[in-house]
T-cell receptor
Framework: ETGVTQSPTHLIKTRGQQVTLRCSSQ?????VSWYQQALGQGPQFIFQ???????GRGNFPPRFSGLQFPNYSSELNVNALELDDSALYLC?????????????FGAGSRLTVL | QQQVKQSPQSLIVQKGGISIINCAYE??????FPWYQQFPGKGPALLIA?????SEKKEGRFTISFNKSAKQFSLHIMDSQPGDSATYFC????????????FGQGTRLTINP
C-alpha cells in the first residue's frame, strides 16, 4: 500500500508568479485535501476534492485553486504569489463515507516566495 | 468557534517521564479528535484518535483523555522516550461535510535522555 506522495519537495518562486503542486493519493482513497502549514503553526485547511469537485473550502482566496483527476491524484495551483504564501503545502487523502475523517498526509512541498 | 487551542507551545520532559499536552475547543459539533505527530521534514502522521462518546482511549504508551463538558482533551505519553521528540498537533473535525481537520498550533516536545 503506497502512501501519499507529493512533488516537488522544495521550490522557490518570486512574487506574482504562479505555482502548481502535485499529489498522488494513497491507494484506496477517494478524497484529497490540501493544507497550508506556515512555519511554527498548525496546518490550515485550504480545500477538499471528492469526485473531481471541490467539496469544502477554508478561508483562502480564489487564487488558490485545485483539481482532482480520475485516478484521485490532485494539483494545487496558486496564482499571483505573495510573500505570505511561503509555507509547507500538505496533501492528505482519505476515504469519504468511511465513518471517520482519517487522513493520510504526504511529506509536503515547501514553497518559498521571494 | 472553529478554533482549537493547544498548550503548551513547547515541552521538555526527561526520559521515562510523562508528557502531557492539552487542547480545548468551542464548536460542540466536532465529533472526532485525532492527534498527529510530525517529525522535521515529514508530514503529520496519525497517532491516536477519540470520539466524544468515550472519556479515554489508550494505545500502548499513548492515552487520550476527553472531557466533553469542559470541551477539552489531552494527550498523555507515558514512559517518554527520546524517539518521541517531535511536534504534536491536536485536531478536531465533524463527520458531516468535507473531511476538514481544524488543527491546534502544535507542541514541540523534547525528551532529554
Amino acid at each position: 500500500e503506497t502512501g501519499v506522495t507529493q512533488s516537488p519537495t522544495h521550490l522557490i518562486k518570486t512574487r506574482g508568479q504562479q505555482v502548481t503542486l502535485r499529489c498522488s493519493s494513497q491507494s484506496g482513497h477517494n478524497t484529497v485535501s490540501w493544507y497550508q502549514q506556515a512555519l511554527g503553526q498548525g496546518p490550515q485547511f485550504i480545500f477538499q476534492y471528492y469526485r473531481e469537485e471541490e467539496n469544502g473550502r477554508g478561508n483562502f482566496p480564489p487564487r488558490f485553486s485545485g483539481l482532482q483527476f480520475p485516478n484521485y491524484s490532485s494539483e494545487l495551483n496558486v496564482n499571483a504569489l505573495e510573500l505570505d504564501d511561503s509555507a509547507l503545502y500538505l496533501c492528505a487523502s482519505g476515504r469519504q463515507g468511511s465513518g471517520a475523517n482519517v487522513l493520510t498526509f504526504g511529506a509536503g512541498s515547501r514553497l518559498t516566495v521571494l | 468557534q472553529q478554533q482549537v487551542k493547544q498548550s503548551p507551545q513547547s515541552l521538555i520532559v526527561q526520559k521515562g517521564g510523562i508528557s502531557i499536552i492539552n487542547c480545548a475547543y468551542e464548536n460542540t459539533a466536532f465529533d472526532y479528535f485525532p492527534w498527529y505527530q510530525q517529525f522535521p521534514g515529514k508530514g503529520p502522521a496519525l497517532l491516536i484518535a477519540i470520539r466524544p462518546d468515550v472519556s479515554e482511549k489508550k494505545e500502548g504508551r499513548f492515552t487520550i483523555s476527553f472531557n466533553k463538558s469542559a470541551k477539552q482533551f489531552s494527550l498523555h505519553i507515558m514512559d517518554s522516550q527520546p524517539g518521541d521528540s517531535a511536534t504534536y498537533f491536536c485536531a478536531a473535525s465533524m463527520h458531516q461535510g468535507a473531511q476538514k481537520l481544524v488543527f491546534g498550533q502544535g507542541t514541540r516536545l523534547t525528551i532529554n535522555p
